[in-house]
């Protein structure tokens, strides 16, 4: 590596912790946050959108989507995510992740608008429209997981490195509290003002026309807050590891970082020429890639892919299990507000207790611990307690049992968080090259929505044919095979991004050959 790429990559890796990595932190984390309310808001008006369209005149039970459309719709956003993954994660390096950056949000703020409104009133239309929406806003969301992991790291200090991409992730889990919220203060608001008796009582009267508005106005909300952090998105400029390794232009990386950092740089002059291409730039499908990153890059996939399938299979469905279990009431006691203020309470209960304190446990303790250790630990708890809840699963149903289950049912979630759900998001960020890392994060976290599309379709006729009981069962056997996989997965604690992705071996030897020098000084105020 030509030393004045060096010297600003150096200067990176050592920089104090300064106001503006949190800053990075919040601007980044904002679109995580709306990317999971968006992502996980759906489970929670999917069955008032069964008693909206769906009603039969008649039945002893209220509406419900079919199993086909139920799939569907809490399934589509996956798989335009997984598309926005690949094909935003290899932008961002091709085009630069400033670039690309502002395009994801405005996606996000637009589809979110959109996916509340329907073109046309019969069930069939209202479907469509809510599934063409949010796979574009699966699309928006899908390019905000290479990005922004991929800037954090670039931005970050070697010491506080996992830390600050954790927290970025973290912003996750205040996206499924606030989604929870939004629904319970919106639901309680049309409940007190529309009161309705339960459905047992009156079929038709059970779901008051107004709230059809519920629904729409919860999936809108989500425009708010990535509405509200793209003007300082665009302010950020590219990453100085972008600028020098890909672009190769150390000296406009320099500028770049001494405009947001507190370093003191002096500029004597540039021997490199920008963009300049060196014989060892391998790409992605080549076999020198495959030598040195091909177990990494699977690793990486493989794991994502498994706890995925366990991850969203446990969050999106987790009000059928406490419906399963009796902690929910059952839906023909309750009016259709009623229903999702009840599972609005229950999910975020779920979220206050046990899945923000995982993530925020993976912040304090990554760069400690390292990312190896909590993906193991978190991959074994997972599997312990699935298989604690699915082997004695009938005494977990009786009314005395209950809340032990809703206990251990939420250590699940702390430990996926305190665990692979964060560091599976972390080390792709951190292990492959700079010219690759947007792209490799992208398949792997692909893989990742692969899993969720597993877990979303999956799931849903796993309950139905085999119960809820097998197929914990089988979550648990899935979170034993992550644990297996992990081992394929480097350890980066500590360790500069270069050091890891093996870019200081591969360019000095060019250093060597080609002779060229610098007289760049960098200070680390």
Request: proline share 4%; aromatic share 14%.
């Amino acid at each position: 590596m030509p030393k004045d790429n060096l010297q600003v990559l150096n200067a990176l890796d050592g920089a104090k912790t300064q106001w503006y990595h949190f800053t990075a932190i919040i601007i980044a984390g904002m679109g995580f946050f709306t990317d999971a309310y968006d992502l996980f808001c759906i489970s929670l008006v999917t069955k008032l959108l069964g008693r909206i369209y769906y009603h039969k005149a008649g039945s002893s039970t209220p509406g419900s989507l079919p199993s086909n459309v139920a799939a569907a719709v809490n399934g589509v956003a996956f798989c335009g995510t997984l598309t926005g993954q690949l094909f935003f994660g290899w932008l961002g390096d091709k085009l630069g992740r400033k670039r690309v950056y502002g395009i994801t949000l405005l996606l996000m703020v637009i589809c979110s608008l959109a996916s509340g409104l329907s073109f046309g009133r019969h069930p069939n239309d209202v479907m469509a429209t809510l599934c063409f929406f949010r796979f574009w806003l699966g699309f928006g969301i899908g390019g905000d997981y290479p990005l922004s992991a991929t800037i954090m790291s670039e931005y970050a200090n070697k010491k506080t490195r996992g830390a600050f991409i954790a927290a970025v992730f973290a912003m996750q889990g205040f996206g499924i509290l606030a989604g929870g919220m939004v629904a319970i203060i919106v639901s309680g608001a049309f409940k007190a003002q529309y009161p309705s008796p339960p459905y047992f009582k009156n079929p038709n009267g059970a779901t008051v026309p107004e709230a059809d508005y519920v629904w729409r106005i919860i999936l809108m909300f989500g425009a708010v807050p990535a509405l509200l952090t793209y003007y300082w998105r665009m302010k950020m400029p590219e990453t100085a590891r972008y600028t020098a390794l890909v672009a190769k232009d150390a000296k406009q990386a320099a500028a770049d970082m001494s405009k947001v950092l507190q370093v003191d740089l002096e500029e004597e002059r540039q021997l490199e020429k920008p963009g300049e291409k060196r014989g060892n730039d391998f790409g992605l499908f080549t076999t020198k890639f495959l030598s040195k990153h091909g177990l990494h890059l699977l690793g990486t996939a493989s794991t994502w892919f498994l706890l995925d399938i366990a991850f969203y299979s446990q969050n999106l469905f987790q009000k059928d299990i406490f419906s399963a279990i009796g902690w929910i009431p059952k839906a023909k006691t309750m009016n259709a507000l009623e229903e999702v203020y009840s599972i609005a309470r229950a999910q975020t209960l779920i979220a206050l207790f046990s899945t923000v304190p995982g993530y925020w446990f993976t912040v304090a303790l990554i760069d400690k611990m390292g990312r190896f250790r909590i993906q193991l630990m978190g991959f074994f708890f997972m599997t312990l307690f699935m298989f604690a809840l699915a082997i004695p699963y009938h005494h977990w149903t009786l009314p005395n049992n209950r809340i032990g289950f809703v206990i251990m049912y939420s250590l699940t979630f702390f430990f996926s968080n305190f665990g692979p759900n964060a560091t599976t998001f972390v080390v792709p960020a951190e292990i492959f090259p700079a010219r690759l890392r947007s792209t490799c994060h992208g398949i792997s976290a692909a893989s990742g929505k692969a899993g969720a599309m597993v877990g979303a379709f999956g799931f849903l006729y796993a309950a139905d044919a085999i119960g809820v009981q097998k197929s914990l069962i089988i979550l648990g056997v899935i979170s034993f095979l992550g644990m297996l996989f992990t081992f394929l997965v480097p350890e980066s604690k500590g360790k500069s991004l270069e050091e890891m992705s093996g870019e200081v071996e591969q360019e000095n030897g060019n250093q060597t050959q080609g002779g060229r020098q610098s007289n760049t000084e960098i200070r680390i105020a």
